[in-house]
Nanobody, 123 residues
């Protein structure tokens, strides 16, 4: 069983930065590919970023490329999402997800999910 807990969300202004963290309670974190997704009000959950179990490969949604960076610390069982140059359209609940295989941008391919953390960007 894998438990994921996100933190780091909040209310910021456009252009600000935030770093989200997702702590995993599992002995098998090093075997997990990790992803970040987000869901804005009235919209479906969408892919943001993903990272392989080793951290040697990442993938990003076009809307966040160059602004968001996903990375992980396997010693701390934690994956991070560094967000810079935030825009109002980045406002959403951000979810951390995990799966045992390669990275994916499909929500249905992730087995474990956190409860989410709210990010609100004001203009």
């Amino acid at each position: 069983q894998v438990t994921l807990v996100e933190s780091g969300g909040g209310l910021v202004q456009a252009g600000d930065s935030l770093r989200l963290a997702c702590a995993a309670s599992t002995r098998t974190f090093r075997a997990l590919a990790m992803g970040w997704f987000r869901q804005a009000p009235g919209k479906g959950r969408e892919f943001v970023a993903a990272i392989t179990f080793s951290g040697d490969s990442t993938d990003y949604a076009d809307s966040v490329k160059g602004r968001f960076t996903i990375y992980r610390d396997n010693a701390k069982n934690t994956v991070y999402l560094q967000m810079i140059s935030l825009k109002p359209e980045d406002t959403a609940v951000y979810y951390c997800a995990a799966r045992y295989f390669g990275i994916s941008y499909q929500t249905h391919e992730y087995t474990y999910w956190g409860q989410g953390t709210q990010v609100t960007v004001s203009s």
